[in-house]
């Protein structure tokens, strides 16, 4: 019936099982995604696809082709690992997020800075990842290996202390 509703009205409530959109959106949230055409993706967007059977709510990082085919670099929020899937796996966008009740639309002032937030937080993320990883590797067996590994989970724990600050802050008045 959901998917009925979805294609006859062209947007459709769904509800999150997975942490990979943390904090911004949780396990149990519900999300309201509209069909948009492909053109009207952009970097940033968070999306719903489908990907080998199961629906997956993910941020945009990177728009592409690739021999030819349109693609997508999507990533979770809580992640750092991405991946490309075809622009044609995608269902809609995200445009609505109803977390414990309250619901922060993405297309409002509000939203927006939640979102451009989250978004640039991950796309940060992300590169960075991409030049810490091979460092990590470097350096794994040098000593001061460890106060390294120390200070960057304190700093990974700050960071995911801050990210919840802020969705609190910024949804409080949603």
Known sequence: MQK?????EGKGWFRIIS???SPLIEINDKVLVKKISHSEIKLGDVVLFRQDGVFVTHRVIKLSKLNGRPMILQKGDASNHA???PLDDVVGKVVTIEKEGKC??????Q????????GLKNNISYH???HISPIKQHLR???GFLFLRFFYR???NSVRFINNIMLRFLTKTT
């Open 141 to 143: 067996d040098k000593p």
């Open 19 to 21: 942490g990979s959109m």
């Open 104 to 109: 922060i639309d993405l297309d409002s002032k």
């Open 154 to 156: 304190i700093l990974s």
């Open 128 to 130: 960075l990842a991409l």
């Open 83 to 85: 991946s490309w899937i």
């Open 111 to 118: 939203g927006r800075v939640i979102n451009g937030f989250f």
């Open 4 to 8: 009925e509703l979805f294609e006859t």
